[in-house]
């Protein structure tokens, strides 16, 4: 197979780009396509030699797609008229007019790109731009599939749930059987596959989308906030050997007094934090608010190994606000660093920040993007 000319839009940090690297297909990113300007700053950095396009995807004509002559088009469209958190405003919402304008685009294109690879929320998969997408792919002629995976399912310990779609144009097949269902593993050869996939509704390991439906005695809290099911999950899911740990991903060197968290923010979101030890093979799902909002945005991690987190949560009952802050201080509470948090996303250590840009700005663009290593293992599935 001869070098694949392929389109990246949505490009942000590039996490496709690196993906496309790591899959060892031939390719060639001919243009990549973005309008955040703290996002490209990083991309140019990483790959000064891939032409980029900062400007709106509906500013870019048919001529101008079809002069670029791809063969793959990698995309990752905006996530926030389909999150759980926000107004679900699907394809109401401006922020999805360029993703229509791709798929108006597309029948209409001088040569159909052979393959095609998004990436998306939960949530995606009940929405009216998802219809229109399938719609748009079968009115082509594209075999597709659609998948739902966290990074769990290729070892690495963290919780990104999230919807893909790999397509590729007729004539053309995968080796493996497709389903019409979406899938909530990484399809296998054809002769593995079980009839019986199912869709996947909820991801265990995140607790945006966990279900309160527990009954009384699982609804008990421990400690923290705690409840049995929730224990129960995270010891299930720290057994799990097929996972890697949490140390595996840590910088040998860190500031560590630059991450501890602040004593104002141990005091008052102290029992509301999702809290891990190096040796752990969870955790929570990083967001762009990481290191800036605590509540729901991502692990952190317990640096002192010496005292036990529940029988310092225990102690908090009937102390006094500077009994409890003497108490929380011993467990050495930190944010993971961007670095870690890339690590954990599966960027590799080529992938570089630029000197001008924050560390609240390295959250941000790394809570917008996507895991490194499961795209990669998609679109080695995608072109196999």
């Known amino acids: 197979m001869g070098s694949l000319r392929v389109l990246e839009l949505y490009s942000g940090i590039g996490g496709m780009h690196y993906a496309l690297k790591e899959s060892g297909v031939p390719a060639q990113v001919v243009a990549a396509v973005d309008i955040n300007t703290t ?40 996530c926030q008229p389909f999150t759980r958190i926000g107004l679900q405003g699907d394809v109401a919402d401006p922020r999805t007019k360029s993703f229509l304008y791709i798929l ?16 998306n929320v939960k949530g995606f998969e009940t929405s009216s731009a998802r219809e229109c997408l399938v719609k748009t792919l079968k009115d082509c002629g594209y075999t597709f599939q659609e998948i739902m995976v966290s990074p769990s399912s290729v070892g690495i310990p963290n919780s990104r749930l999230r919807y893909f779609l790999i397509a590729k144009a007729s004539p053309g097949s995968f080796s493996f059987q497709t389903s019409s269902e979406i899938l909530d593993s990484f399809p296998r050869p054809a002769e593995n596959t079980s009839d019986s996939q199912k869709p996947t509704v909820s991801d265990p390991f995140c607790p945006s989308t966990c279900q309160q439906e527990e009954n009384a005695e699982e609804s008990r809290v421990l400690y ?17 050997l097929s996972v890697q740990q949490i140390q595996d991903f840590l910088e040998l060197r860190t500031e560590v007094a630059r991450y501890l968290l602040p004593p104002k923010v141990l005091l008052r979101y102290g029992v509301l934090m999702d809290i891990v030890r190096p040796t752990c093979r969870r955790s929570v799902c990083f967001t762009k608010a990481y290191g800036h909002y605590v509540e729901g945005t991502g692990s952190v991690l317990q ?31 930190r944010y993971f660093t961007p670095r870690e948090i890339a690590n954990l996303m599966g960027f590799p250590q080529s992938f570089a920040f630029p000197e001008q840009i924050s560390t609240k700005q390295q959250y941000r663009v790394l809570g917008n993007s996507l895991n490194v290593v499961v795209v990669t293992r998609l679109i080695q599935l995608l072109v196999s």
């Open 39 to 78: 996002a490209n700053q990083i991309y140019r950095h990483n790959f000064p030699d891939t032409p980029l396009w900062p400007k709106t995807i509906e500013g870019i004509t048919l001529d101008d797609f079809n002069k670029l002559s791809f063969d793959m088009i990698l995309m990752s469209p905006p």
């Open 104 to 119: 108006d685009l597309l029948p209409r294109l001088a040569r159909l790109p052979h393959y095609i690879l998004l990436e």
């Open 224 to 240: 923290k906030l705690e409840t049995m099911k929730d224990a129960q999950r995270k010891s299930n899911q720290n057994s799990n």
């Open 303 to 333: 640096s002192c190994m010496e005292t036990e987190l529940e029988s310092v949560f225990k102690a908090l009952d009937q102390q006094s606000e500077e009994e409890k802050l003497q108490q929380l201080l011993k467990l050495k509470l």
